[in-house]
């Protein structure tokens, strides 16, 4: 099974909502985890990193969340923009050095 | 300009023809890596290479060669033992315990 997987297939909001993505890992010796954002026919595009001795990272209009407790990722996005739409993953590195392991990603659609 | 390179960004192959797919990158990153990505889905790794000269299968690696000759390159080969090969191919590059970059894709059509 996948060691790293997003609760919903798609969140729909509406433009200058704030958006919260949602990721559960199952691996408690994971130390490093990233999100990116993939739009369509293109590469991911890298967001923001975590690693496991931090709780929050903040970038711009994106914060990280890391709940080591119950194995949980979140990305927030302030005031969403119709450019953010696009499927985002999380992903997650168990040993250093080791390859990352990607969930199935969740699409994120912005309206105006 | 600094990142990674992939070509062609289509490729299209006949039943039993092997095809190799480019990657290139100039960010003098230490590892490098080859997903599979199916309408949908997430990422699959096929291979892995975290130094010159050595590289490792990953989850779906049969049917797929690569090598690692220079720290820059690191071409996928689709052989015709790949059943099932249509799907968009992603080539990566890491610093180890960095952040990983992707390149723009190539998306390989079995006629």
């Known amino acids: 099974g996948e060691s790293v997987g997003l609760h919903l297939p798609t969140l729909s909001v509406q433009e200058g909502d704030n958006s919260i993505i949602n990721c559960a890992y199952s691996n408690s010796a994971s130390d490093y985890f990233i999100w990116y954002k993939q739009e369509s026919g293109k590469g991911p595009q890298f967001i923001i990193d975590i690693r496991s001795n931090m709780d929050k990272r903040q970038g711009q209009r994106v914060t990280v969340l890391l709940n080591k407790t119950v194995k949980h990722l979140s990305l927030q996005i302030a005031a969403t923009q119709p450019g953010d739409s696009a499927v985002y993953f999380c992903?997650?590195?168990?040993?250093?050095?080791?390859?990352?392991?990607f969930g199935k990603g969740t699409t994120l659609s912005v309206s105006s | 300009d600094g990142g990674i390179t992939q070509s062609p960004k289509y490729l299209f192959r006949k039943e039993g023809q092997n095809v190799t797919l480019s990657c290139e990158q100039n960010?003098?990153?230490?590892?490098m890596y080859w997903y599979r990505q199916d309408p949908g889905q997430g990422l699959r790794l096929i291979y892995y290479?975290?130094?010159?000269?050595?590289?490792q299968k990953g989850d779906i690696a049969e049917g797929y060669s690569v090598s690692r000759e220079k720290k820059e390159s690191f071409p996928l080969t689709v052989t015709s033992a790949q059943k099932n090969p249509t799907a968009f191919y992603l080539c990566?590059?890491?610093?180890?315990?960095?952040?990983?970059?992707f390149g723009p894709g190539t998306r390989l059509t079995v006629l």
């Open positions: 992903a997650e590195s168990i040993q250093a050095g080791t390859a990352l392991i």
């Open positions: 990566a590059s890491r610093i180890l315990r960095g952040e990983q970059f």
């Open positions: 960010l003098n990153h230490d590892a």
């Open positions: 290479s975290q130094i010159v000269n050595d590289f």
